[in-house]
C-alpha cells in the first residue's frame, strides 16, 4: 500500500462538496486526510500530478453483477475496474438468500475493490442467464420465500444494502407484479429499498410505479420500447413525473437490453435525467454495448448532460442511496478510492441496445486509479 499520496490537479470534480476546479488531495493510510486548493506536506511525501486530467471520486457502478464463477451471467469486477475507474461495485440481484454467503465470501472479501449487494427476492438469486438458457429467477414462485431473504440479509447487514427484484416477461414469466410485492414487503421488515428491473409487459411501468416507495428504484427506465419512460411523441410519461415528485428513483441500467438513445435524449431534452447512471454488466454486454460505468457515462455525457452531473450520477448519489459516507467523495475521512480521467479528442462510436449509433468527438478514458490507497494500474488510458 502506498502508505501517503499526495495527488495534484488543475481539475477536481467532487459533486459532493460542489467542487470543481483546481485542489490538492492527501492520502494516507487507505483515507483521504486532506482536501483543498493548497495542502501543507513535508517534501517527503510522494506526488502525482494530474494537471492533465480530471480527477474524481472512484466510480460506483450502482448496477452490476460481478459473482463471477457463482452465476452464469457475472464478469470478473477487476477487469472492469481497471478500464473504467470503478473502485465500488453493487452487485444488483446475482445472488439471492441461497447464495449470498457465497458470494461475500469468494468475491466481495478477495479484492481490494468494494464490492456490495442488494439481495435478489428469489432465493436461487440469477441463475438461468446466458446466450443459450434464459430462465426468469422469479417465473417460479416457490423461490420467493420472504422470510428466508430476510433472514439472510440480516445475517450481512454491511454487505446487502438493498433488494433486487426482477419483474416483466422475460424475468417474472406469468407472475405479473407479485415478485415486486413479495420485494416491498422484504424491504419493509428489513428497512432497504428496493430496485425493481423492468423488462417486455406484463406489467407496465404503470403497474411498478403505483407500487415504489420514496427511496426506491427503478433501472432500465430509458429502455427502448416497450415499457419505456418516453411515449411515441419523445415525451416522458406522466407516471414517471408523478413518481420522481413522490421520492422514486431512476436508474440507467444499461446493460444488453435496457438503454436507448432515442429514449435518453429525449429524457434529457424533456428535464428528465436519471438519478443514478449505471453499466448493469454482465457477461452479454461486458464487450459492448455497455462495457462499463464509464462508457455509460459517456453516452450522457455526449447527449448534453453536464460533466459534473455525469459524475455526481456514479458518486455522490449513489452513496447517499447506499448510506456510505465514506464512498464517492474526496472529503476527509472517506476510503481513498480515486480516478483520473483523460479528456481523449478522438472520433468514435456508441451503440444502444438495440444498434442505434451516435458518433462523438471526445470521450472520457481513465488513466489512473487508487483503490483504498493502493495504485492501481489500468487498462483504459
Known amino acids: 500500500m502506498t502508505k501517503e499520496l499526495l495527488i495534484r490537479a488543475s481539475r477536481v470534480i467532487d459533486p459532493s462538496q460542489d467542487w470543481d476546479g483546481p485542489a490538492e488531495i492527501l492520502l494516507q493510510n487507505g483515507k483521504v486526510t486532506g482536501f483543498g486548493p493548497s495542502l501543507s506536506t513535508s517534501a517527503a511525501v510522494p506526488v502525482l500530478n494530474a494537471d492533465q486530467g ?13 459473482w463471477w464463477g457463482g452465476t452464469s451471467l457475472s464478469v470478473k469486477p477487476e477487469p472492469v475496474a481497471r478500464r473504467s475507474g470503478t473502485t465500488t461495485f453493487l452487485d444488483t440481484g446475482s445472488a439471492g438468500a441461497g447464495t449470498m454467503a457465497g458470494f461475500h465470501a469468494h468475491i466481495a472479501q478477495q479484492t481490494d475493490l468494494t464490492i456490495l449487494a442488494y439481495i435478489n427476492v428469489s432465493f436461487a438469486g440469477i441463475f438461468g442467464f446466458s446466450e443459450s438458457v434464459m430462465i426468469g429467477e422469479c ?31 422475460k424475468a417474472g414469466g406469468d407472475q405479473g407484479i407479485a415478485p415486486l410485492e413479495v420485494a416491498l414487503d422484504i424491504a419493509d421488515q ?6 425493481s428491473h423492468i423488462d417486455f409487459p406484463p406489467p407496465g411501468g ?37 413518481a420522481r415528485e413522490r421520492g422514486v428513483l431512476f436508474d440507467v441500467g444499461h446493460g444488453y437490453g435496457g438503454f436507448g438513445f432515442e429514449a435518453g435524449e429525449a429524457a434529457l431534452d424533456h428535464g428528465f435525467p436519471p438519478d443514478i447512471i ?32 455525469v459524475i455526481r450520477a456514479a458518486t455522490a448519489t449513489p452513496a447517499a442511496i447506499l448510506r456510505r459516507p465514506d464512498l464517492g467523495t474526496l472529503a476527509p475521512c472517506a476510503r481513498a478510492d480515486v480516478a483520473i480521467l483523460d479528456i481523449r479528442e478522438d472520433a468514435t462510436e456508441f451503440v444502444d441496445a438495440i444498434g442505434v449509433r451516435r458518433s462523438v468527438d471526445r470521450y472520457l478514458s481513465c488513466s489512473e486509479m487508487v483503490v483504498g490507497g493502493h495504485v492501481w494500474p489500468t487498462s483504459g488510458g
Open 139 to 169: 417465473a417460479d414462485i416457490r423461490l420467493l420465500d420472504a422470510r428466508e431473504c430476510v433472514r439472510v440479509a440480516k445475517q450481512f447487514p454491511d454487505f446487502v444494502r438493498g433488494v433486487k427484484v426482477r419483474v416483466g416477461q
Open 278 to 309: 449505471s453499466s448493469d454488466v454482465h457477461v452479454l454486454c461486458e464487450n459492448g454495448p455497455a462495457f462499463d460505468v464509464l462508457s455509460v457515462m459517456n453516452k450522457f455525457w455526449s447527449m448534453g448532460m453536464e460533466l459534473p452531473d
Open 54 to 66: 480530471i480527477v474524481v471520486p472512484g466510480l460506483i457502478d450502482f448496477h452490476s453483477h460481478v
Open 206 to 242: 404503470r403497474q411498478i410505479l403505483d407500487l415504489l416507495r420514496p427511496g426506491d428504484i427503478l433501472t432500465h427506465f430509458l429502455r427502448p420500447f416497450p415499457n419505456s419512460a418516453v411515449d411515441s411523441q419523445g415525451a416522458v410519461k406522466a407516471e414517471y413525473w408523478k
Open 190 to 195: 428489513l428497512g432497504l429499498p428496493v430496485m
